[in-house]
């Protein structure tokens, strides 16, 4: 421990804080821009400076350690004055409209600018003009908003270990981008969307799907459904105050009613089926000497990060496409037929904890009969702001369910969106077919949590399968490598591109600094499924009745030929 003081009262803190972390433990709040627990700390924005005593000059405090004897100043004129000049060269230069940027009142340098109290500015910048790269399906860069934080370039290349964004160009020119001012279209983005939401400011977000989806439910001839994700009902709630971690499965129900679709499903259904034929998919692999480890292929960013980095390694994909397109390819054959509705009058929506998935469903393989499986995709985010513009007030919802037919689905089914949880869900159905047995163990707590990298040993009737799960795609990239070495005994493999797997997705609500910088969101979030999968009676998809009817009335065995039209698919190097 180290004593030091801070506004002329002593304390005593643990000796490896730095002081803006110390003030904070003793209840001394530091404005702060730049700065993300273990993701950006690097002392670029200067809104959080002190003044200490024996230094002449102002301290960032985020990147400032303790030290015995220090005597701090958090808030004297000097310091409130250097921080009001800072934020005001931000706003000068920065593309304040306000009213129509997608992060207002969501935005941390509205926040800090209220909280500094700045009324005007006193510096007139050159102010920049809009300036858009919104090239691909999934992310709009406007650089006119951009505060050269580093936080999107830190999360891009620490967090995933990719490094597509960085600084460019000097001075007054900075900006942050791809390489050579590329779009994110032609860099080899994986549209993961974490660079999105660790961003104060309006300077990145999703491209926006919903005036598609009013139009559409509009269309009185089309046939609109919506399935939705497995990790939106954990965090949906965020965006109209609720805790973070409270699972609003009924309310979303209802709010997807009321809001026109003419279905209302559940992605976490398909997610039933995708265990069907990735379970089988592997049995086969394990008893025909096909390619180990099979490696899970349901989070788009993951199947674009290996497409793009290590495209020798794409055999061991499983052939499987993401729950989000079986559903897609099942609405538009198996409902159709069964319901005599064109499969060119239906619309499939999705609601995707995630970015990538807008990108995903553009790929011209991840079709049927030349129809896209799924039309438009929006995010959690997109969802909440569908739900504020029809004035429904969601807190006030009761609790509704989802329609039979695409909408049961099993415990397992919920768990996919948490990492760890394809390959537990997968476990369930695999252990219960070598077996021959209903087995009533279906809790594989090795493989749950948020530790980077998880490793297992489990023997099923004899036979000793190794597991790995990975989650962000710097860990994917260490399996990966150690595939590539040939040092990897794995069986089977989940990687999921965003850190803690879909929960923390791209498309999730964002939460500011100050609550990720004391709240694990992906262990929160978690909760909210796991716990929705303990209360379902039916936790194993196999054991799903909706399941067991689809093959039954429709696809015959898993991986049957037709299974295989519809729900398999390839990859390119
Ligand atoms: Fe996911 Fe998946 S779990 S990829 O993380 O396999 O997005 O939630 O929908 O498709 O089911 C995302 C979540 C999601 C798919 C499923
Ligand atoms: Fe990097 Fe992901 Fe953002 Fe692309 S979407 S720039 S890969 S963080």
């Not at 993300?36 to 809104?47: F, M, P, Q, S, Y």
């Not at 993401?322 to 409902?335: H, T, V």
């Not at 807008?358 to 985010?381: A, C, W, Y």
Request: hydrophobic share 40%.
């Amino acid at each position: 421990n180290v004593s030091l003081i801070i506004n002329g009262a002593n304390y005593e803190v643990p000796s490896n804080l730095t002081v803006l972390e110390a003030a904070r433990t003793v209840g001394i709040d530091i404005p702060t821009l730049c700065f993300l627990k273990d993701i950006n700390e690097v002392g670029a924005c200067r809104v959080c400076v002190v003044e200490v005593e024996g230094a002449r000059a102002l301290q960032a405090s985020c990147v400032l350690p303790v030290r015995e004897g220090m005597v701090v100043n958090t808030n004297t004129g000097r310091v409130r004055n250097a921080r009001k000049n800072t934020v005001e060269l931000l706003l000068a230069n920065h593309n304040r409209e306000c009213t129509t940027c997608v992060r207002s009142k969501n935005c941390e340098l509205q926040s800090v600018s209220e909280e500094l109290g700045i009324r005007d500015i006193r510096f007139e910048g050159a102010k920049r003009e809009p300036k858009f790269d919104d090239a691909s399906y999934s992310i709009v860069r406007d650089s006119s908003k951009c505060i050269l934080c580093g936080r999107c370039v830190s999360a891009c290349k620490n967090v995933q270990g990719i490094g597509i964004l960085d600084f460019l160009n000097r001075g007054f020119d900075t900006t942050v981008g791809p390489a050579f001012e590329m779009s994110m279209n032609d860099a080899p983005c994986i549209y993961c969307g974490q660079c999105m939401v660790v961003c104060p400011v309006g300077a990145l977000s999703e491209k926006s799907g919903i005036d598609r989806v009013w139009s559409a439910l509009e269309d009185k001839s089309k046939h609109v459904i919506v399935q939705s994700a497995p990790a939106v009902r954990a965090a949906l709630g965020e965006e109209f105050g609720y805790e973070i971690g409270t699972n609003v499965t009924g309310k979303l129900a209802t709010a997807l009613r009321k809001l026109g679709f003419a279905k209302i499903f559940d992605t976490n259904w398909a997610a039933d089926v995708t265990i069907m034929e990735e379970g089988t998919e592997l049995l086969g692999r394990l008893k025909n000497g096909g390619k180990l480890p099979m490696i899970t292929s349901c989070s788009p960013g993951w199947v674009r990060y290996i497409e793009f980095n290590y495209p020798d390694l794409l055999e061991h994909l499983s052939s499987c496409k993401s729950p989000q397109n079986m559903f897609g390819a099942l609405a538009k054959s198996y409902y159709a037929e069964k319901h005599g509705i064109d499969p060119k009058d239906i619309v499939v929506v999705s609601v995707m904890p995630c970015t990538s998935k807008k990108s995903e469903i553009e790929r011209p393989e991840l079709s049927v009969n030349g129809l896209q499986d799924v039309d438009i995709s929006i995010t959690t985010r997109e969802l909440a702001r569908m739900i504020k513009e029809a004035r429904i007030e969601f807190d006030k919802l009761e609790e509704g369910t989802f329609d039979a037919f695409m909408g049961d689905y099993s415990g397992a089914g919920v768990i996919f969106g948490a990492t760890g949880g394809v390959m537990e869900a997968a476990l369930r159905t695999v252990a219960d077919v070598l077996t021959g047995q209903d087995l009533e163990n279906v809790d594989y707590t090795a493989v749950r949590g948020i530790e980077g990298i998880k490793e297992a040993t489990v023997n099923i009737a004899g036979t000793d399968v190794k597991i790995a799960v990975a989650h962000n795609t710097t860990n994917a990239g260490i399996l990966l490598d150690k595939i590539r070495a040939g040092e990897a005994d794995y069986h089977f493999i989940e990687i999921m591109a965003c850190p803690g797997g879909c929960v923390n997705g791209g498309g999730q609500p964002i939460q500011p600094a100050n609550v990720r910088n004391v709240i694990d969101l992906r262990a929160e979030r978690a909760k909210a499924l796991y716990s929705e999968d303990a209360s379902k009676a039916v936790r194993k998809s196999h054991k799903n009745p909706e399941i067991k009817k689809l093959y039954d009335e429709y696809l015959g065995e898993p991986n049957s030929h037709k299974a295989h039209e519809l729900l398999h698919t390839h990859y390119y190097a």
